[in-house]
């Protein structure tokens, strides 16, 4: 007589479990996946204890050369918000999230920002502008807002917050930046991915390869540079963290500027290190250029 | 003199101009000079495929060097160097222990290494120092990568002198050279060590495919104009500098890649060679069963 409703009290509890599961989540951390190491560092910044961030591209890793694990598409399956660049930078994106079956919302952070082009494409490394910065920030805080309404409150305190940090240091930049005559700001980087950046800041900058990391520079490119750096005494050269810094390196010898440091570009250099976090990226960068530009050196 | 001077504007200016163009040319000019004779021996021991399979097997050893100690030539050329020889001498032992093919073996051991190799590097979750490593650029060649592909080339070059003739006798008639006392397996087993030498100073300068393009397409041209192994091997090696030549100029003037415009002239090379050639091309073919129907 005692056996039979224990089993069903057994078996309405195992039932029962996963609806109360369910039933809490609202409280329990946001799942997010970002799709590179910056992305999460800003997400996880404003939004503090409410979410949970996972990047798919990690620290010292290159989005252009990303191949996707199981692990990731079963993330994005349990994700919450999934957060992007945009502007073509993850190619690879919407064929992973179709075949994930993931259903969450995909925020495309960089909307709203002035776009920049880049020959026939348009130009993806927005975020190394400050200004276009925090129009990701408000973007990030929009939607985890909507998707945590409970926790409005503290999301946009933090979003104001960090807001008023990232244009703290753009101020800070501009006017180190004003010190240094404007024919004299003029570098040239392994990869075009600084155009946002020596557009904010006003710097000339130029690339020594193509415009992504995929392609292989030819003789008549390395030639060019050389040239140019020659004619018009560009003082320093730039290798930034995910290229092979041989080519500069050879460059800067023919053609004789000094090597200005390491400037990263699309992801977070490991925990731990110089720049590990957004804000201390585009500070080290802003630091390193500002370094090199220096007269007299 | 207009001629003259555009001439000398096409095809010798970029070098005078620029030391980065010089030293990839005596880098290309380096590798031919020892990629002739090596590719030679590859074809006539039927091992032309091998050479491709051996610079698959370089890819452990150098992911190994670099995850050790970063990006240092001297260590990740060691660690090709060995993980080459490893799976060389592997293959080599599987196929003289069991009944198993060389080709097999080698087929085996070099996928094995492929795959730890990219496992090694996925592990480490940073592929693209590496990948930018593994397609090393002739045109970032500095001194360091000069040495050792000049070393090499040279190296290679007394060693060939020293066991050309055991090691031809080797190709054609295995049977006569052990019965004039020759040690066919110590030969070959050099002969591996020279191979993977040159894929490893081929791999620093051009990266690992285009390094066996210089190997193997200038040898097989050559096959369609030599009438001597001798004559084969020379023919190799003007195949190997021309192109070498050429598509650091194409790569110049036309804006391409240089790892592929070199490897794909050497490519063309083959092809012409291929139709028009005076040996076991079309032409001689076609042209030769005409001829003797008419006599």
């Known amino acids: 007589m005692t056996r039979r409703p224990n089993r069903r009290q057994a078996l309405a509890a195992a039932w029962a479990l996963p609806t109360w599961a369910a039933a809490q989540t609202p409280t329990a951390r946001l799942q997010v996946v970002a799709s590179f190491s910056l992305l999460a560092d800003m997400v996880a910044v404003v939004g503090g204890d409410a979410v949970q961030v996972h990047a798919l591209v990690g620290p010292d890793a290159d989005a252009h050369a990303f191949t996707p694990a199981p692990a990731d598409a079963q993330r994005l399956a349990q994700a919450g918000l999934i957060v992007v660049n945009g502007l073509g930078f993850e190619g690879w994106i919407d064929r992973l999230v179709r075949a994930s079956g993931s259903k969450a919302p995909v925020l495309v952070a960089s909307q709203g920002i002035a776009v920049r082009a880049l020959g026939q494409q348009v130009d993806p490394h927005a975020w190394q502008s400050l200004v276009a910065a925090q129009r990701y920030v408000e973007n990030i805080r929009a939607a985890l807002v909507a998707a945590r309404p409970a926790q409005a409150a503290a ?129 080290h960068n802003a630091n390193t250029l500002l370094a090199a530009l220096q007269p007299g050196r | ?161 020293l066991v050309w003739r055991p090691l031809l006798v080797e190709c054609f008639d295995p049977g006569f050279l052990r019965a004039v006392g020759g040690r066919g397996a110590l030969h070959h087993q050099l002969f591996l060590v020279l191979l993977v030498a040159n894929l490893v100073a081929g791999f620093q300068a051009l990266g690992t495919l285009m390094a066996v393009g210089l190997l193997m397409l200038p040898a097989i041209a050559a096959r369609c104009w030599a009438h001597s192994v001798a004559q084969l091997s020379v023919i190799a090696c003007a195949i190997a500098a021309a192109c070498g030549y050429g598509g650091l100029l194409l790569s110049y003037h036309a804006g391409l890649p240089s790892g592929p415009s070199i490897v794909l002239l050497a490519g063309a090379v083959y092809l012409v060679s291929l139709v028009v050639g005076t040996r076991d091309s079309l032409r001689a073919r076609f042209f030769t069963a005409h001829r003797h129907r008419v006599a």
């Open chain 2, 1 to 161: 003199m207009t001629l003259l001077a555009s001439l000398h504007a096409a095809l010798v200016q970029p070098f005078v101009e620029f030391g980065f163009m010089r030293r990839a040319l005596v880098a290309c000019l380096a590798l031919g000079l020892s990629c002739g004779p090596v590719g030679t021996l590859l074809v006539l021991r039927r091992m032309s495929l091998a050479g491709d399979a051996m610079a698959h097997a370089l890819l452990p050893g150098a992911a190994v060097a670099f995850l050790l100690v970063g990006l240092s030539l001297p260590a990740m050329s060691l660690g090709a160097f060995i993980a080459a020889l490893a799976v060389a001498a592997l293959a080599g032992g599987v196929a003289r222990f069991t009944a198993q093919r060389e080709d097999a073996s080698l087929a085996g051991f070099y996928l094995i290494a492929l795959a730890g190799g990219v496992m090694l590097i996925s592990l480490r979750g940073n592929s693209v120092d590496l990948m930018r490593v593994l397609f090393g650029s002739i045109l970032a060649v500095d001194d360091a990568a000069l040495l050792l592909v000049a070393g090499v080339a040279s190296a290679s070059l007394l060693l060939l002198a």
């Open chain 1, 155 to 283: 999301i946009n305190t933090r979003a104001a917050a960090y807001t008023r940090e990232l244009a703290a240091l753009d101020a800070s930049v501009r006017s180190r930046l004003a010190a240094i005559p404007a024919d004299q700001r003029k570098l040239v980087t392994s990869h075009d991915a600084f155009g946002y950046l020596a557009d904010a800041w006003g710097l000339d900058m130029r690339a020594a390869q193509g415009w992504t990391t995929a392609g292989e520079a030819s003789a008549a490119d390395v030639a060019r540079l050389i040239r140019q750096l020659k004619a018009q005494r560009v003082r320093a050269l730039f290798v930034e963290n995910i290229s092979d810094p041989r080519l500069v390196q050879r460059i800067a010898r023919e053609a004789g500027a000094t090597l200005g440091g390491t400037l990263y570009s699309d992801a977070l250099s490991p925990p731990g290190s110089q720049a590990d976090t957004y804000l201390k990226l585009m500070a």
